[in-house]
């Protein structure tokens, strides 16, 4: 048991102890915050540029299914048995290259008889030519009735009606000959023949179809506002066909992706009401073949712009509490972040619809490690978003 001295002296003790440790806490509290004064963070190295509206070259594309606008279906024009195929399904065939054969050497004697019938209606003409001319003698001569003249000159009408009746015979069984022999009117790809040999072919009977492959045209559909500033685009050029188009076959089962230049052939003149698009076609020359109509494909137009508009490299763009965010530098180069509303991607940039103005200091490089306060080191744009984003692709593989 504590004496009442031993009891007031431990808690004499104990309180001279807090003294003392309170103490030391009070001077160490200021030299703490003198130490940490003293190692503010250095200014951060960030490229920066003041914002001005310019023009942003697009990198868009859209889809569309590759069709051969001069496709041909070949019909029979006369009847009879089909008698030879002069080539392979999906063989590639030139202009009035002969495909097909429809019993010719009957057509062919039916023009040999028309040539017959033709020589005779002419002979006849020169028989009634000559009695005309010898009843209008006589009818001078008083030899001759005036109704046996007449009679001459009508038989010489019937005789030349019978000389161009069997001009047209002639000409119809040349007509008939040619179509007996079924040629190519273009050159293209023929498909699969819809009627054997030796089968008996009517006229208007299907035979093949055939497909141009070289050019390929393209149809697609602009969004209206795309369609707007390539009309503005089209004022600087003197003709559609000098606007450049690519067009995109997407790789499948591991293949490279295809790709042919051509031009814009066509850009519509109305917006339809149900889609708010505008119709456009381009062509592209396919020596080779090495596309088909009926694929899938995506169409971009080279040179498509956005004007007059602010944008920041895409890699600029953060998100804030409030969205989307750029960093902005105030006048003591401290980074403020601003809201912003984007619109497009074009390429490396993003378009900003709102929230920045022209003549404002914007970060362009990576936001990550700047938060608002920070002190940046302004370093010089030099305009070429590109390397921003692979510079920063290759820090973040690394």
């Not at 008698?83 to 062919?108: C, M, N, W």
């Not at 914007?362 to 030099?382: K, L, N, R």
């Amino acid at each position: 048991m504590k004496t009442p001295i031993r009891h007031a002296r431990a808690v004499l003790l104990t309180l001279a102890a807090g003294l003392l440790l309170a103490a030391c806490g009070q001077e160490e509290a200021p030299q703490q915050a003198q130490q940490g004064a003293g190692q503010e963070r250095p200014p951060q190295p960030v490229e920066v540029t003041e914002l001005a509206r310019q023009d942003i070259a697009l990198e868009k594309s859209y889809p569309s299914l590759l069709r051969s606008d001069d496709e041909v279906t070949l019909v029979a024009r006369v009847t009879g048995t089909l008698e030879a195929r002069h080539f392979e399904p999906g063989q590639l065939v030139e202009k009035g290259q002969t495909l097909f054969s429809i019993e010719p050497d009957v057509y062919q004697a039916a023009v040999n008889q028309r040539e017959a019938d033709l020589q005779s209606a002419r002979a006849e003409l020169a028989r009634a030519q000559r009695d005309a001319e010898r009843f209008e003698r006589l009818l001078s001569q008083n030899s001759v009735s005036r109704q046996q003249v007449d009679q001459a000159r009508a038989e010489l009408g019937v005789a030349r009606a019978a000389v161009a009746q069997a001009e047209a015979a002639l000409a119809s069984a040349n007509l008939d000959l040619g179509y007996a022999e079924v040629t190519a009117p273009v050159s293209g790809m023929i498909g699969l023949s819809r009627v054997n040999v030796g089968n008996l072919v009517n006229h208007g009977t299907q035979l093949a179809t055939i497909t141009p492959l070289d050019p390929l045209e393209v149809r697609f559909q602009l969004p209206q506002r795309d369609a707007f500033e390539l009309r503005r685009q089209l004022g600087n050029v003197a003709s559609v066909e000098e606007i450049r188009a690519v067009l995109r076959v997407p790789a499948e089962d591991g293949a490279a992706e295809q790709t042919l230049e051509g031009h814009l052939d066509f850009l519509g003149s109305r917006v339809d009401e149900a889609t708010s698009t505008v119709q456009a076609s381009a062509s592209f020359p396919n020596p080779e073949a090495n596309v088909l109509p009926g694929q899938f494909v995506r169409v971009a137009l080279e040179g498509l712009k956005r004007y007059d508009v602010l944008a920041v490299p895409e890699i600029a763009i953060g998100q804030g509490l409030m969205g989307a965010q750029v960093f902005v530098l105030d006048e003591e180069n401290l980074a403020r972040a601003r809201t912003v509303d984007l619109g497009e991607v074009a390429g490396p940039w993003q378009i900003i619809r709102e929230g920045l103005a022209p003549g404002d200091r914007v970060v362009m490089g990576d936001p990550t490690g700047i938060e608002p306060g920070t002190p940046i080191d302004p370093q010089a744009f030099d305009g070429d978003a590109g390397e921003i984003v692979e510079a920063s692709a290759e820090d973040d593989a690394s």
